[in-house]
């Protein structure tokens, strides 16, 4: 059995699903899963914020999310990711989470990075960053991202990590009605 975040906000338990989607979040109970879990991960389990991992990102991020599939349809939000363009073709993914009761299956988080780099190449990225946990850098270098260098993020170090684009594929369509890249 397991526990996941349910369309509705409440707590569910679920059998475990071979099958997951993933895509840019596109109806309201994609958004509330989103969030909830970005919550739950970020600010609950991992306590990097005091009250809310938003941040002024999020205003223009894509969000992304791995939906379970109960007898071939999406019902309930298990993974998280989102990406955002800072101009010059160049991308940032980052808010990488997993519900924990999904974990450990060699899936979902590995579905969200290639939807997170593949969207943001179908939109014409050319260079994709992420800012990672120092105990994450060895699942991103399993996913074909090097360390580029440091950054402080909420007073942490974390890796500067840079995705090898040429071993992704680009996700076409990304999403219905992609914005032009900013200038
Ligand atoms: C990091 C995270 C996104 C990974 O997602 P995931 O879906 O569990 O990823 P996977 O299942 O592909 O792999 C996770 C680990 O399980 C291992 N694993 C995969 N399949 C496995 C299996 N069948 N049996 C045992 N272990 C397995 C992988 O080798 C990997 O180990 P590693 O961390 O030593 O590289 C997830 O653990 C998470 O949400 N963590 C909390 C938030 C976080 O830290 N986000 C990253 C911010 S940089």
């Given at each position: 059995m397991l526990d996941a975040i349910h369309p509705w906000g409440s707590r569910v338990r679920a059998f475990c699903s071979q099958s997951i989607e993933t895509r840019v979040a596109s109806e309201l109970w994609h958004m509330q899963g989103y969030w909830l879990l970005r919550q739950r991960i970020?600010?609950?389990?991992?306590?990097?914020?005091a009250d809310s991992?938003?941040?002024?990102?999020d205003d223009h991020a894509l969000p992304i999310v791995a939906l379970a599939l109960t007898a071939g349809m999406p019902d309930t939000v298990v993974g998280v990711v989102r990406v955002y363009s800072v101009g010059n073709q160049q991308w940032f993914g980052g808010r990488?989470?997993?519900?924990p009761s999904y974990?450990?299956?060699?899936?979902v988080g590995e579905t969200l990075i290639r939807t997170a780099v593949g969207t943001a190449l179908a939109a014409g990225c050319r260079r994709f960053l992420a800012t990672v946990q120092l105990g994450n850098v060895r699942y991103f270098q399993r996913h074909h991202f090097d360390v580029v260098g440091q950054r402080l993020v909420c007073g942490v170090t974390h890796a500067l990590m840079r995705a090898r684009l040429a071993d992704f594929k680009p996700v076409?369509?990304?999403?219905?009605?992609a914005p032009e890249e900013p200038a």
């Open positions: 970020f600010t609950g389990e991992q306590r990097l914020f991992d938003r941040d002024e990102h990488l989470g997993v519900c974990r450990h299956h060699g899936l076409v369509p990304a999403w219905p009605g």
